[in-house]
C-alpha cells in the first residue's frame, strides 16, 4: 500500500446529521463512504454515480453522503499533496547529500597531503570554527 491511502476519517460533527437515520440506512451510508474513500484514493471519482451504485439509500441518506463524501475527497487531496511535499523534500535531501559527497570538479591535487588540508579547510568553512575547538 506504498503510496495508497489506507483510510478516511469520520468527523464527530457529523454524528448528529446522521444520528436519527434507521440502522439500516446507515449501513448503506457507510458502506457507500468506504467505497468512496477506495476511489477516491485511488484517484477516481468516489461521489459521482453512487445513486444508481446504492438505490436503495434514502433521501436523507443520500444528503449526508454529498456533505462527507465531499470531505473524503478533500481529505483525499490534502494527503495527497502532503505525500507529493514529503516526496519533493525527500528528492532535495537526497540530491543534497549525493552533491556533497560527489567528489570535486577539481582536478585532483598530485600531492594526498595538498587534498587533506583542502578537505579541512572545507569542514572548517563548514562548521565555522578552528581546528584546535574540536579537540
Known amino acids: 500500500m506504498k503510496g495508497k491511502r489506507s483510510?478516511?476519517?469520520?468527523?464527530?460533527?457529523?454524528?448528529?446529521?446522521?444520528s436519527n437515520l434507521?440502522?439500516?440506512?446507515l449501513g448503506i451510508l457507510?458502506?457507500?463512504?468506504?467505497?468512496?474513500?477506495?476511489?477516491?484514493?485511488s484517484g477516481q471519482d468516489g461521489i459521482t454515480g453512487f445513486e444508481e451504485r446504492y438505490p436503495g439509500m434514502g433521501?436523507?441518506?443520500?444528503?449526508?453522503f454529498?456533505?462527507?463524501?465531499?470531505?473524503?475527497?478533500?481529505?483525499?487531496?490534502?494527503?495527497?499533496?502532503?505525500?507529493?511535499?514529503?516526496r519533493t523534500a525527500a528528492?532535495?535531501?537526497?540530491?543534497?547529500?549525493?552533491e556533497e559527497t560527489a567528489p570535486a570538479a577539481d582536478p585532483a591535487p598530485e600531492d594526498k597531503l595538498e587534498l587533506l588540508v583542502r578537505r579541512n579547510e572545507e569542514r572548517r568553512k563548514k562548521t565555522g570554527r578552528p581546528d584546535w575547538a574540536a579537540l
Open 7 to 18: 483510510s478516511i476519517l469520520l468527523y464527530f460533527d457529523n454524528f448528529h446529521r446522521v
Open 22 to 25: 434507521p440502522d439500516d440506512q
Open 30 to 41: 457507510f458502506r457507500a463512504l468506504m467505497e468512496c474513500g477506495e476511489k477516491e484514493a
Open 59 to 64: 433521501e436523507k441518506a443520500q444528503m449526508a
Open 66 to 86: 454529498t456533505f462527507m463524501a465531499d470531505t473524503i475527497r478533500r481529505d483525499a487531496a490534502a494527503y495527497a499533496e502532503k505525500c507529493a511535499n514529503y
Open 91 to 98: 528528492q532535495r535531501r537526497w540530491e543534497q547529500q549525493r
